[in-house]
């Protein structure tokens, strides 16, 4: 219905509005995804390729680069070797058991990646149930370490590997 008192030319027909799903979607988009990049965009306008260069050189910075890219590469490593061998193991052998690894690979695509992350400090941290025998018998210490951060990578990766 047009308002009264704005006129549209007979045979122009406005385009239809996207559904609701649609809507909700694009909203949902725009504040959780939209909003902050726009933000971080804004932000970064104001500092100059000099000190963009400063602020991503400190050492944290670099010390960040290092554990992120490194231990993602070590992940890949471990992901490629044992991915193929489960992957190999599952498509050509039958073995007791085989329909409770493949749920268990598929696992990780079955959990947020955040409550992924919380089982696994809760699994690892200092009296959890695989953390509190590694910290007592070896006296290796994994939740909240870059070796809980490689372990988090590895158990999030692994299924795309095996899986492909």
Known sequence: MVPIGIRRPRGLALPPLPSWPWRITWAYLGLVLFLPIGGLALKAAHVGPSQFWALATTPEALATYKISFGLAFVAALINGFFGLIIAWALVRTEFPGKRILSALIDL????????????LSAVYSTNGWIGAPLLAVVGIKVSYTWLGVAVAMVFISLPFVVRS
């Open 108 to 119: 990780p695509f079955a959990l947020p990646t955040a409550v992924a992350g919380l089982a």
